[in-house]
């Protein structure tokens, strides 16, 4: 259980804020593109495509200064949550019509701690944190605002179990999938790519014995990034104008998984489903009318 003096004190993050600049490197687009097994990867001067900002305004924390879970430490910008199990929840993004980042310029990224809620679930105390980005081009103009929702659980038994409750969605047949081999060079590739040191992802010992999962876990914005690029390669021309999106289950490398998605009236709507059908995540997305 956490105590209310803990629970007030993570409070005190809500409105931290945090400024970075990051320049759109060419060589990280074609570096994800390969990882993301596309033929072309966007050129110097042409649009970066949606979440590929992921790869950019990542913190550089000394080898050193690492938590024993790889990530930076905890207490400046991100408060200090004793719980040792982080993932990613979900989030929603929304992309400014005519404002884009662009490949080889800088761009600039503005971040507030929106909120904390402490709660207990099935599994123990449960920390949730709210992420609010502001992401603007090299001229100042607003690009993408985004929400990013991360939780913050206890170590558990073995984890194959979706990580919040999911009720029985009746989803049609999907217009796209695409199955994913969840290799561990993969995941290798695209935790590199993102300077992100969390050893579930790479480090299989410590991610069965530590934090009790039961293999490899693949990221939770790997997946979302491999849902858009399934809508873009049925859409090529399409516009992404907004995103949302809710993990619901982890998804491990030692099985392949699929990613789907269908036109829903005026929205669409994607999903990353297990080999055995369990949806470990569903995002709706909104197309740009230009």
């Known amino acids: 259980m956490m105590s209310?003096?803990?629970?007030?004190?993570?409070?005190?993050?809500?409105?931290?804020?945090?400024?970075t600049t990051s320049l759109l490197h060419?060589?990280?687009?074609?570096?994800?593109?390969?990882?993301?097994?596309?033929?072309?990867?966007?050129?110097?001067?042409?649009?970066?495509p949606p979440l590929w900002h992921w790869m950019f305004f990542q913190p550089s924390a000394r080898q050193s200064e690492l938590e024993p879970d790889g990530h930076p430490p905890r207490g400046s910008f991100f408060p200090p949550v004793r719980l040792p199990r982080r993932m990613w929840a979900g989030g929603a993004l929304r992309f400014e019509p005519g404002v884009d980042l662009i490949?080889?310029?800088?761009?600039?990224?503005?971040?507030?701690?929106?909120?904390?809620i402490c709660k207990t679930g099935r599994s123990g105390p449960l920390v949730f944190v709210a992420v609010e980005h502001a992401i603007s081009d090299a001229l100042g103009r607003l690009a993408i605002t985004e929400r990013q929702e991360l939780v913050y659980r206890a170590a558990?038994?073995?984890?194959?179990q979706p990580t919040s409750p999911e009720e029985p969605i009746a989803r049609p047949p999907p217009?796209?999938?695409?199955?994913?081999?969840?290799?561990?060079a993969l995941l290798f590739r695209y935790s590199a790519l993102t300077f992100n040191g969390h050893r579930i992802h790479y480090d299989r010992p410590y991610a069965m014995t530590v934090e009790n999962y039961s293999g490899l876990v693949v990221q939770g914005p790997l997946i979302a990034t491999l849902l858009l690029e399934l809508l873009q390669a049925a859409r090529p021309q399409a516009r992404v104008s907004s995103f949302e999106y809710r993990a619901s289950a982890p998804l491990f490398d030692d099985a392949p998984f699929f990613t789907c998605g269908c036109p829903a009236g005026e929205r669409i709507e994607l999903w990353a489903e297990s080999s055995s059908g369990r949806v470990a995540m569903s995002a709706n997305v909104a197309l740009s009318a230009s």
């Open 175 to 184: 217009a796209w999938r695409r199955r994913i081999d969840p290799s561990p």
């Open 26 to 48: 060419p060589e990280v687009a074609q570096r994800l593109a390969a990882t993301l097994d596309r033929a072309e990867a966007p050129r110097e001067g042409e649009r970066l």
């Open 103 to 116: 490949v080889g310029v800088t761009a600039s990224r503005r971040s507030r701690i929106g909120s904390v």
């Open 4 to 19: 209310e003096e803990e629970a007030l004190h993570l409070k005190q993050w809500v409105g931290r804020t945090e400024e």
């Open 156 to 160: 558990a038994s073995r984890i194959n």
